[in-house]
């Protein structure tokens, strides 16, 4: 069965970077790509960006472009979102989840979430 | 930028009542690239409907979507207890992909 395992929860400093990582099992890790989601406190969901775990393009939202790197790892079929210069707005609970086409389309497995805190 | 608009905000209703969900697009969803996925409290959102009107794997069959366009529908035929939740839609015809608001459907 698919499964999607992230990594525990972080606390960071305004300005700083954090990374946020997906390990995948239960299928051809190859052959899907990786939605990256975040919901704040008591908000809404926020699609943040694909990515292909085949040939590792990315589709990121404008809003993040520059900002966030998403990438891949075939070898540890683990999947990772970085991103930088955080500000108090981008506490979340961060999610990634499986998709199948170029781009990002639905996301049919989901990972448990990664609550990523800024605060000074 | 695709605006997904879902209505109404919230739904109080009883269990083995039905439940008509709605979401609206600022334009035109191509090929029905929409999903409505289900999240409860403390947990990642689940997948229901994919391409406007395809269950899930594992989705119970009182759970159905219709729509195309730019109006969409989840209707959840009779309410089990464990339905009461929040419900997003998502388009992924357009980039960026975007979701709705949500709806939430709470116990009367």
């Known amino acids: 069965q698919v499964h999607l395992v992230q990594s525990g929860p972080e606390v960071k400093t305004p300005g700083a970077s954090v990374k946020v990582s997906c390990k995948a099992s239960?299928?051809?890790?190859?052959?899907?790509?990786f939605n990256w989601v975040r919901q704040a406190p008591g908000q809404g969901l926020e699609w943040m960006g694909w990515i292909s775990a085949y040939d590792g393009n990315t589709n990121y939202a404008q809003k993040f472009q520059g900002r966030v790197t998403m990438t891949t790892d075939a070898s540890t079929t683990t999947a990772y979102m970085d991103l930088r210069t955080l500000g108090s707005s981008d506490t979340a609970v961060y999610y990634c989840g499986r998709t199948d086409r170029p781009g990002g389309s639905y996301t049919d497995y989901w990972g448990q979430g990664t609550l990523v805190t800024v605060s000074s | 930028e695709i605006v997904l608009t879902q209505f109404p905000g919230t739904l109080s209703l009883s269990p083995g009542e039905g439940a008509t969900l709605s979401c609206r697009a600022s334009?035109?969803?191509?090929?029905?690239?929409l999903a409505w996925y289900q999240q409860k409290p403390g947990q990642a959102p689940r997948l229901l409907i994919y391409g406007s009107s395809n269950r899930a794997t594992g989705i119970p069959d009182r759970f159905s979507g219709s729509g195309c366009g730019t109006d969409f529908s989840l209707i959840i035929s009779r309410l089990e207890p464990e339905d009461f939740a929040v419900y997003y839609c998502?388009?992924?015809?357009?980039?960026?992909?975007?979701f709705g608001q949500g709806t939430k459907v709470e116990i009367k």
């Open positions: 239960g299928y051809t890790f190859t052959r899907y790509g």
């Open positions: 334009q035109s969803i191509s090929s029905s690239s």
């Open positions: 998502q388009q992924y015809g357009g980039s960026p992909r975007t």
